[in-house]
């Protein structure tokens, strides 16, 4: 291990202003954990971008190095379950927003934070997925578990330019399901969604226009909806009956207003999504599946930057921006691409 080495560190000072920049870590800096790892890569989530920002609200302690995705080799382990020379990766969980984590050369984790690499992904492609892909991926069983068929009708994915959106697009669309795209890019980007996957591409306008009453015409067989907001409401009263509604985000804003109808007329389901807690079993379960018979080529093939330390700064700020299309990876063992 070497005697320094770079992170990306945030740091809140005495007037309460947060200011991030990479400096040279030490292995002594590095908080507790039984697994200490060489990372190779990380990728931008749009939390890892309100890491930086003072009004974030997600970082617990500083000072701290983003980063909620990570993947590398086991340098040192005193846990049962890794050994030196493992190859492992980590979404969810502390890292990024109250524990060290991706952005670094070397990472210390606690190991049951951490995922086998799959023998389908490389680190990189794990980092491509990462936590928005995970995401795509619980959306996606929540539908099969609640027994959503290709056959039952259109899977609508809002935000579909975005991580989740695009990776459950390349998903959904390799097992079969008719997607429909709602983004606020469409002009921009109708022939990525296409080549990811998607038969339909509608505006955000087209997809949380109000519907007259209670209920709606039955439109979505499912809806992959990493968005929520006053529109999740409007999506509810589109879904035919034995439908089912996964929502995972809150970039629409949080609150929404509806009524039971939809629940008790037509029978549907509405399943939150969460990528952070996951337990375990389910955990690798997905992880499994994502470097196997799930695992989105179309994504991996077409939406993909890789960056290095000194470009950080501007991706998180496009992330922020919404200005992000598809998934960023952080090559942390390059200094420069």
Same mark, same amino acid.
């Given at each position: ?9 945030? @740091? ?16 002594? &800096?590095?908080?507790?954990? &039984? ?6 890569? !990380?990728?931008?989530?749009?939390? &890892? ?5 003072e009004?974030?609200?997600?970082? @617990? ?11 590398g080799?086991?340098?040192? !382990?005193?846990?049962?379950?890794? /050994? *030196?020379?493992? @190859? ?7 890292p ?8 670094? @050369?070397? =990472? +210390?984790? +606690?190991?049951?934070?951490?995922? *086998? ?10 980092? =491509? ?5 995970f ?6 069983d =929540? ?5 959503v ?12 330019t975005?991580?989740? $959106? ?14 429909? =795209? ?6 921009k ?19 949380d226009?109000? /519907?007259?009453?209670?209920? $709606?015409?039955q ?12 529109a999740?409401?409007?999506?509810l009263?589109?879904?035919q ?17 509806s ?6 007329? +037509? $029978? ?5 999504? &969460? !990528? ?6 389910? +955990? ?8 196997g018979?799930?695992?989105?080529? %179309? /994504?991996?093939?077409?939406?993909i ?5 000194d ?7 496009a ?7 598809? %998934? ?6 390059e200094?420069?691409?």
């Amino acid at each position: 291990m070497e005697n320094t080495f770079p992170a990306y560190v945030v @740091r809140k000072e005495q007037d309460g202003e947060v200011k991030a920049s990479i400096e040279q870590l030490r292995k002594e &800096d590095l908080p507790n954990g &039984d697994v200490t790892l060489q990372v190779q890569y !990380s990728s931008v989530n749009y939390k &890892d971008g309100l890491a930086t920002i003072e009004k974030g609200g997600v970082v @617990r302690e500083y000072p701290i190095v983003p980063g909620i995705d990570l993947a590398g080799t086991v340098e040192e !382990s005193v846990s049962g379950r890794f /050994a *030196p020379g493992d @190859r492992v990766i980590s979404t969810g969980y502390e890292p990024g927003v109250s524990h060290f984590g991706g952005y670094s @050369r070397y =990472a +210390r984790l +606690r190991s049951e934070w951490l995922v *086998p690499l799959p023998p389908g992904l490389s680190e990189k492609e794990a980092m =491509a997925i990462g936590t928005a892909g995970f995401t795509a991926a619980l959306s996606v069983d =929540a539908l099969v578990q609640a027994g959503v068929t290709p056959e039952m009708g259109k899977i609508l994915v809002t935000g579909a330019t975005g991580g989740v $959106g695009s990776m459950a697009i390349a998903i959904l669309a390799k097992l079969g399901y008719e997607v429909t =795209a709602s983004t606020g890019k469409k002009d921009k980007q109708e022939q990525l969604l296409r080549d990811l996957g998607a038969s339909h591409i509608i505006s955000r306008e087209e997809a949380d226009m109000p /519907a007259k009453g209670a209920l $709606g015409k039955q439109l979505w067989a499912g809806v992959v909806d990493p968005v929520g907001g006053s529109a999740l409401a409007e999506r509810l009263k589109q879904i035919q009956y034995g439908g089912v509604v996964a929502v995972s985000g809150l970039t629409g804003g949080t609150a929404f207003e509806s009524t039971v109808l939809p629940f008790i007329l +037509r $029978g549907i389901q509405l399943i939150g999504i &969460d !990528s952070v807690y996951c337990p375990m079993e389910r +955990r690798e379960r997905l992880w499994k599946l994502l470097g196997g018979e799930w695992k989105p080529d %179309r /994504a991996l093939e077409l939406g993909i930057q890789e960056i290095t330390w000194d470009q950080l700064p501007q991706t998180l700020g496009a992330i922020l921006q919404g200005e992000a299309v598809g %998934r960023t990876v952080v090559n942390t063992m390059e200094t420069s691409l």
